[in-house]
């Protein structure tokens, strides 16, 4: 029996793109010429049914296999689940929204098995490459920041460490994916920062194209997941970009907190009821803003979102508690409310995370 054993496995990350897919599989029917490769589609549950169209592209096409994760969400943690299931000698990773220019791919691949390096991007910056279709005015200049940024942040002359569109050995892949941040947005950066400049790069121009179906996926959480993984390798990975998160959160918590506190106190109520309120509040707005963000790929969602809070209600309760006594000893010692809060506050978050990572959000934590 003779069996199908790709060149390349081009990994595709997608949420909600179904209307790209069969567009994207013939794209690269007609770019890859005699090259051996195989796509790989790793849906993240869509709601429009992504990877039902994936499956059924499969059934169809052999090359096509779909990976479909239930419960976990992030473009990093989906590029090395596809990349980690492949086999061939060469990975390349784009996005599904047929705005990365598959043509190119054959050029990143002669690079590859040439050993002209170790890792090709395909760049918007270089030759006659350009983003100027594909970008409004909003995220073009939040692009130039990111890649500076970036470029500080990776100490070497990479014209676009912000390209979601890149090839590279399996076994460079494979050495790097353990280092790799999965909650990452801009996994490239993270590959790039993890080697420390022990890769050879090389770079191909594209013209970078509009969207034409579905939408981008440049958000808000996906600036912060950026800053975090600055963040995370500043500090030379010591602190995680998830712990950044709920530190950040716990930082809007405070500031909820004392609000309430001072609101509590002028309208008459005593300290240590001012301070359990203020508590509940701020313990409750950490919560839902950790869920929405911090545990954005594993958010509980419904009935399991209720019982999340209840649970991070109990597990934060002995924090809780030794919030509300060293507070209320510190304002009775020294009569400065928002000192005794923040000492509170500062006592009861030692608590939260390392409880609320076992107990609420149970997935292995990143």
Known sequence: ?????????????????????????????????????????????????????????????????????VGRRGLAGACIEGALSSAAP???????????????LPAMLAKLKNDDADLVIGSRFVGD??????????????????????????GRQVSDPMSGFFALRREVFETVAPSLVPSGFKILLDILASTRGQMRVAEVAYRFRSRQEGLSKFDTRAILDFLGLLLHRITGGTVSVRFLFFMIVGAI????????????????????AAQSVATVVAMTSNFLVNNLLTYSDMKLRGTAALAGLLKFYVVCGV??????????????????????????????????YTMSSIFVWRQQQN
């Not at 589609?41 to 429009?48: C, G, Q, R, W």
């Not at 983003?131 to 005015?137: I, K, L, M, N, V």
């Open 319 to 352: 924090g809780a508690l030794a919030n509300i006594g060293v507070a209320s000893w510190l304002f009775v010692s020294n009569e400065s409310w928002w000192i005794a809060g923040i000492a509170g506050v500062v006592v009861g978050a030692t608590f939260n």
């Open 129 to 154: 490459g350009s983003s100027e279709g594909g970008f409004s005015a909003r995220r073009a200049f939040a692009s130039r920041v990111a890649t500076r940024l970036a470029a500080f942040i990776i």
């Open 1 to 69: 029996m003779q069996s199908f054993s790709p060149t390349v496995s081009v990994v595709v990350p997608t949420f909600n793109e179904s209307q790209n897919l069969p567009h994207l599989v013939g794209l690269l029917d007609k770019a890859m010429g005699d090259i051996s490769w195989e796509v790989v589609f790793v849906d993240d549950d869509s709601p429009d049914g992504t990877w039902k169209v994936a499956k059924q592209l499969a059934k169809a096409d052999a090359r096509v296999r779909c990976i479909r994760r």
């Open 253 to 272: 918590g405070l500031a909820i907190h004392l609000i309430v506190l001072r609101i509590c106190l002028l309208g008459g109520f005593g300290f240590e």
């Open 90 to 104: 060469y990975v390349a990773v784009m996005d599904a929204d047929l705005q990365h220019d598959e043509s190119i």
